[in-house]
């Protein structure tokens, strides 16, 4: 009966408010912090302001931002979606730590107002530098998928949201993947309780960029670990790093990368997420090493504000020689890790759908490369072609999944 009524409420809150009050119930695991409402476009057909769209990460100056603005998704997307007006769900869940102790943690959960659910759709998002950029508080671009009747998950990962003042586990493989499928754990049972079960128990994947990785990641530990619990349908991966190592050797090959602040975070997040005990002024020039914690851990800037605060796109502005030399004692460790943290090494048996603009700079077209020629031979669509810079591609990327959705 509580159930029942905190929905009833919830409902007639939405219908009044576009900011409800927060209420809190406890649905196994889940614990609903905060319910909203919003549109997904305006009355104008104008997108939602409120939608955070990928910052442009690339430092370039003759890339064409404008490409990657909310118009070009509203003129490909209006008229198809099936509820204009979601609900918006942020929570908190038991999830793991990195060293498999339990962790509270959270995310969102995005709904259409109303119709059926179709699917679970469970998104991993891509690099965020800013908390406030984090899924549980704000708009995420990924949510727009909920408009064609899916239940979109979106984990927040540990470092963000409940757990902002922890080091996040960049490019931690196994510790972000199992952050989002903990919290589709969590959500599975809160949807029947709601009355929102969705009409088939097959999961969707999908993410871009470092989501792209950690939807391979995620759809390697589904098949493995609940095949049952969670039915893959089908999978979407955009722009990802499938491949550190590859990444790592490309990037010192080229003295440059096109998102600076992926370098320390990178770093430090395996190092935290492994254990290795790496002294980051090992790795850090010295501008880098004084303002690091500041600049990333803090948690107040986005990837770009970080990128301009670095103000430096060559490795050797970035990092030291020993750093940049992988057969150096401490640097093979860190090798090593980034090896052992690729996604490439299992067999999708469900249908994937693999994204990469041949023009990226922030996550090399080598990644793509690498990944088809290791699911050679399986259920594989690849989509590649000149989608501009990694931003530019994410808004690519956004349209051709909704649209296949």
Excluded at 113 to 132: C, D, F, Q, R, W
Excluded at 140 to 157: Q, S
Excluded at 293 to 315: G, P
Aim: one cysteine or more; a negative charge; aromatic letters at 10%.
């Amino acid at each position: 009966m509580k159930r029942i009524c905190f929905w009833a409420m919830a409902a007639l809150i939405l219908t009044s408010c576009h900011h409800p009050v927060v209420e809190v119930v406890d649905f196994d695991t889940f614990h609903v912090i905060s319910v909203q409402s919003a549109d997904v476009f305006m009355p104008d057909g104008s997108l939602n302001p409120e939608i955070r769209v990928m910052e442009n990460p690339e430092i370039d100056a003759d890339t064409k931002v404008a490409v990657t603005n909310a118009n070009a998704i509203v003129r490909d997307l209006l008229g198809v979606i099936n509820s204009n007006r979601l609900i918006h769900i942020s929570g908190t869940y038991t999830g793991h730590d990195v060293d498999g102790s339990p962790l509270v943690q959270s995310g969102k959960l995005l709904l259409p107002e109303k119709g059926p659910v179709k699917n679970m759709l469970i998104v991993s998002h891509y690099t965020i530098g800013a908390n406030y950029e984090a899924p549980s508080e704000t708009f995420p671009m990924e949510g727009i998928w909920a408009a064609k009747g899916y239940a979109v998950v979106v984990a927040d990962y540990i470092g963000f949201g409940v757990t902002k003042d922890r080091i996040h586990p960049y490019m931690h493989v196994e510790s972000t993947a199992r952050s989002v499928v903990d919290m589709a754990l969590a959500v599975k049972p809160y949807l029947e309780h709601i009355g929102r079960k969705p009409e088939s128990d097959e999961v969707i994947l999908a993410g871009y960029s470092q989501g792209g990785a950690t939807t391979l990641a995620v759809m390697d530990m589904l098949q493995d670990d609940y095949p049952k619990v969670f039915p893959i349908k089908k999978v979407y991966a955009g722009g990802g790093p499938y491949d550190l190592a590859a990444t790592y050797d490309i990037s010192m090959e080229w003295d440059q990368t096109g998102i600076p602040c992926a370098i320390p975070m990178i770093v430090q997040g395996v190092n935290a997420g492994e254990d290795l005990g790496l002294q980051m002024s090992d790795f850090f020039q010295p501008n880098l090493l004084a303002h690091y914690d500041e600049w990333i851990n803090s948690k107040n800037y986005t990837v770009k504000e970080i990128n301009q605060l670095m103000n430096a796109t060559s490795l050797h502005q970035i990092m030291t020689n020993l750093g940049r030399d992988k057969h150096s004692p401490e640097t093979a460790r860190l090798y090593q890790s980034l090896l052992g943290n690729g996604v490439l090494h299992f067999n999708p048996h469900a249908p994937l759908y693999l994204f990469h603009s041949t023009q990226d700079k922030t996550v090399p077209f080598v990644n793509a490369l690498k990944a088809e020629a290791w699911f050679k031979g399986w259920n594989v669509r690849y989509d590649f072609g000149e989608y501009g810079q990694h931003g530019t591609g994410c808004v690519h990327f956004l349209v051709k999944v909704y649209k296949d959705l």
